[in-house]
């Protein structure tokens, strides 16, 4: 007999984001994890960054948060937050729904199924609200209030 | 649009002879399509009229054995339980179902999930094995305890959820929704006493906790058993066990 | 209990980093909206040098520090770890990956850590 010859169709990290036709949870999946990358980059040059007023004092602070209150500055900060308020929220979301608080226990199906995707919407929704309320906040705080 | 009437609605389906191509490729075929028909009843159109080298795999033609799961319009789905005109009256691919190699055509192989379901131990495990010879017994269920895990035990091994799963798409060893939800179908199971033997098994890297309800498994299940809700009731109690919470269960054995 | 335990200690840090965290963004980023929260001079910036001194006054500062360093510090990086994990590449380098992002870890702790107790021994020095 041949040699089973078969083709790869694994998705790859394309598949994380576009693998089919994503419901609202996939998406905030997605987010979770842009979101969560984005803040340790920001988090590990954050370190960087403020420690040197241990080292420099006022001297190196003063010039140095200059820079760093320009526009440019100002809207990544602006996205550090918004990534804070979507990352934090969704967390507990997920945990909540990891300990099976949030899915609801088992059902005798009947078609339409529902699933756990529907019993914990309410709380995807809240969530999400929340998020944009602090967003909105945390905008307001930084460009304009200041 | 009366119920008889037909509409042309072209196919466009993916191909791949692994004796004769390097790569796949798509081919549209126009099928004509009646109200009811499913997308099954649209390939078989095809074969017949278009081109009979078309593979796909199908049995019951019911939802009922699990063989012709494909992505429809980008959706995981079983092609003798979606009618074409639920999907779309202007369009339909068709293709294999991702996250698993083609064998040819729209044939995925999905020895990869049922190598990793047996990993799980699929099965009722008792600690003391030599009950199975003594027949003095039965193992009572109250209705109670059969709906704990009667939904995750529909699974028709379709392999849906595998496809849809964003982890599956690219951690090649990860245990998957399927065998991950048939381990708590087990470990609802008032009978079965296998926590500890499959706790090793699910505790490993790309194990259970490499699940992160994406959810869209639980969505795209043809049969309602929802594995992305048992893959959490599983996390629970594995967390459970490890802050030493979990409560054991009593044997389940009833003297005839 | 390997992944479990993971996951464990990973949401542990992810809690405590909903609260300390949320307290360090309140600061910084709420504080006009909350009136100043956290801020000895509601009038400056939180990163001016007088806010950033008066906050610093106190030992239990560079607790706090030390606390969201090591917890942010955990949950990021075995964060990240989880997804690499999960590609080709990181499957193919499991063992190097862990072993940098330990590293890396343990690294900026230690720095982070001593930053911030010289910082704060600074600020008693100079609010004083
Ligand atoms: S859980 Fe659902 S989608 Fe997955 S294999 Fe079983 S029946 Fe198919
Ligand atoms: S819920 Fe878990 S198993 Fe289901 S698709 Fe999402 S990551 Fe995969
Ligand atoms: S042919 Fe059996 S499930 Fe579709």
């Known amino acids: 007999m041949a040699e089973k010859k078969e083709l790869d169709r694994r998705l790859g990290i394309k598949g994380w984001a576009l693998g089919g036709r994503w419901g609202f949870e996939r998406y905030l999946y997605t987010l979770h994890r842009i979101t969560g990358l984005g803040l340790v980059t920001y988090f590990l040059l954050h370190i960087l960054v403020t420690s040197t007023r241990a080292f420099g004092g006022r001297a190196i602070w003063d010039p140095l948060m200059g820079t760093l209150g320009s526009g440019f500055f100002k809207a990544g900060e602006f996205l550090v937050f918004a990534g804070f308020a979507i990352h934090g929220l969704n967390g507990i979301r997920l945990i909540l729904i990891e300990l099976g608080i949030a899915t609801g226990k088992a059902i005798e199906p009947e078609y339409p199924y529902p699933t756990s995707v529907g019993n914990q919407r309410p709380l995807a929704i809240t969530v999400s609200i929340l998020a944009a309320v602090l967003i909105v906040l945390g905008a307001y705080n930084i460009f304009i209030a200041h | 649009m009366s119920d008889t009437s037909f509409r042309n609605i072209p196919f466009t389906v993916f191909r791949y002879n692994p004796q004769t191509d390097a790569t796949p490729h798509v081919e549209t075929y126009t099928v004509k399509v009646q ?222 | 209990m390997r992944q479990t335990r993971g996951w464990f200690f990973h949401v542990a840090a992810g809690l405590a980093l909903v609260i300390l965290l949320g307290t360090h963004m309140t600061i910084m980023h709420l504080d006009q909206v909350t009136g100043g929260a956290g801020n000895a001079d509601p009038a400056l910036k939180p990163v001016d040098w007088e806010n950033v001194t008066q906050r610093g006054d106190s030992p239990w500062m560079a607790l706090f520090y030390i606390a969201f360093l090591g917890a942010a510090l955990f949950h990021g990086l075995f964060g990240t770890r989880t997804i690499l994990l999960e590609t080709d590449f990181g499957a193919r380098n499991r063992k190097t990956l862990t072993a940098v992002i330990v590293i890396v870890g343990f690294g900026l702790f230690i720095f982070g850590s001593a930053a911030a107790i010289s910082f704060v021994q600074m600020s008693q020095a100079v609010v004083m």
């Not at chain 2, 049922?114 to 003594?134: A, C, G, L, N, T």
């Open chain 2, 35 to 256: 109200s009811g028909m499913t997308v099954l009843d649209g390939l078989h159109q095809i074969k017949s009229d278009h081109d009979a080298s078309l593979s796909w795999r199908y049995s019951c033609r019911m939802g009922v054995c699990g063989s012709c799961g494909m992505l429809i319009n980008g959706r995981a789905m079983l092609a003798c339980n979606t009618q074409i005109l639920d999907v779309s009256t202007i369009a339909i691919a068709v293709a294999p179902l991702p996250n698993f190699p083609v064998i040819r055509d729209l044939v995925p192989d999905l020895e990869s999930m049922f190598v990793r379901h047996k990993e799980i131990k699929p099965w009722i495990i008792r600690k003391d094995e030599s009950e199975s010879d003594r027949l003095d017994r039965e193992y009572s269920q109250s209705p109670e305890q059969l709906e704990a895990y009667l939904q995750f035990s529909y699974c028709i091994k379709c392999g849906c959820c595998m496809a849809a799963c964003p982890t599956m798409a690219t951690d090649a060893e990860y245990l998957g929704p399927q065998p991950l939800a048939q381990a708590y179908r087990y470990e609802a199971d008032s009978r079965d006493q296998g926590f500890e033997e499959r706790k090793p098994i699910l505790d490993k890297d790309s194990g259970l906790f490499s699940c992160h309800y994406g959810s869209e498994c639980s969505v795209v299940c043809p049969k309602g058993v929802d594995p992305a809700k048992a893959i959490q009731l599983m996390k629970r109690q594995m967390v459970l066990d490890l802050i030493g919470l979990r409560r054991k269960k009593c044997s389940g054995l009833h003297h005839g």
